[in-house]
């Protein structure tokens, strides 16, 4: 049996009580195939960005006996103007090859330390232009909810965390032991979509029409071919306010949300069946294998025959 999973959170000064307890929340409901600490810089009880400090068990020298190390994040008001100088030299002494994830604004400390140099990060959509500024040599995306980078992946605000740790879990053990994992913690394990949506967009009136039903409508029929104009009748709008209206609920055009869902139905399959990849991509809309190998591995970078080994670990003759 592979030795247990080490995940160590660190808490810096004005840390979010939140998003520190979603590590521990997430991976710890993974049947004991991770265990969690959390450390601060000193070993000494750390203030949070509420009315109450926290006390941890642990110093820094314990990530150094780490396999991953989570950054959560801390108050934007410790941002400026420096990064806390103690998270950054913690981080100097972890162990190198140690997968590090950051939420939120804990994107500043690995940039800070130099880690996210030309390299693609997030972090919360409030705080990008002041990272952007910062940080000008990093790659950023504040539209993504997370990104994976190999062994560094950061993500944005909040629920975030959520994403990025189920994601984590998706990767070390495949898709069932993240779906339960997500039922355990009653969230969704993937969410659609990037941080667009949740970018000061006004909420439409509830008496307003909305593509939902237009949405749903194509969930039900993936693997039908449809146009615009279709998802324009369902929605009982013109083809201009369906793209407004769209963009406006979901964060992105239909043409690329179609794609994703096609794409997330494809990789479901992948996961849990032993279909052919000609038949999973008619399952799904997609033209034939070679549009699918096209989409995946442009939303993923990988193939459906990768992907699948990845999350089956052996496939099948008829693959």
């Known amino acids: 049996m592979a030795p247990t999973h080490r995940v160590g959170v660190l808490a810096v000064d004005g840390v979010y009580p939140f998003e520190l307890g979603i590590p521990s929340r997430v991976f710890e409901a993974a049947d004991g195939l991770y265990e969690v600490f959390t450390c601060s810089v000193d070993g000494r009880p750390v203030r949070t960005n509420s ?3 926290i006390t941890v068990e642990h110093g820094p020298e314990a990530l150094r006996t780490a396999d991953t190390v989570v950054i959560p994040p801390f108050t934007t008001t410790a941002v400026p103007p420096e ?8 981080l100097a002494s972890v162990t190198p090859g140690t997968r590090l994830i950051s939420i939120c604004t804990g994107a500043f400390v690995l940039a800070a330390a130099g880690l996210l140099d ?3 990060a997030t972090t919360h959509w409030m705080v990008a232009d002041l990272f952007r500024a910062r940080f000008p040599q990093v790659a950023l995306d504040p539209d993504a909810l997370f990104i994976d980078d190999g062994d560094i992946l950061t993500s944005a605000g909040a629920a975030s965390g959520l994403d990025v740790c189920l994601h984590i879990i998706r990767k070390d053990h495949g898709s069932e032991v993240a779906n ?5 913690c009653v969230a969704p394990p993937w969410r659609e979509g990037g941080q667009a949506q949740y970018i000061q967009h006004p909420v439409p009136e509830a008496t307003a029409t909305g593509t939902a039903t237009a949405r749903q409508w194509a969930l039900e029929n993936l693997h039908e071919p449809m146009t615009l104009v279709d998802l ?6 013109s083809l201009r306010t369906l793209v407004r209206r769209f963009t406006e609920e979901v964060g992105m055009s239909p043409g690329r949300w179609l794609i994703q869902q096609r794409v997330d139905r494809a990789r479901h399959l992948l996961e849990t069946t032993n279909l052919p990849v000609d038949e999973i991509a008619g399952q799904v809309g997609f033209a034939g294998s ?4 096209e989409h995946l591995h442009a939303a993923i970078g990988v193939s459906p025959l990768a992907y699948r080994r990845t999350f089956r670990g052996t496939l099948s003759p008829t693959n």
Request: charged residues 15%.
């Open 290 to 293: 070679t549009s699918l190998r």
């Open 232 to 237: 324009a009748e369902h929605s009982h709008m």
């Open 83 to 90: 990064v806390p100088q103690t998270a950054v030299q913690t």
């Open 180 to 184: 339960q994992v997500a039922r355990m």
């Open 118 to 120: 030309g390299r693609p």
């Open 51 to 53: 009315d109450f400090s």
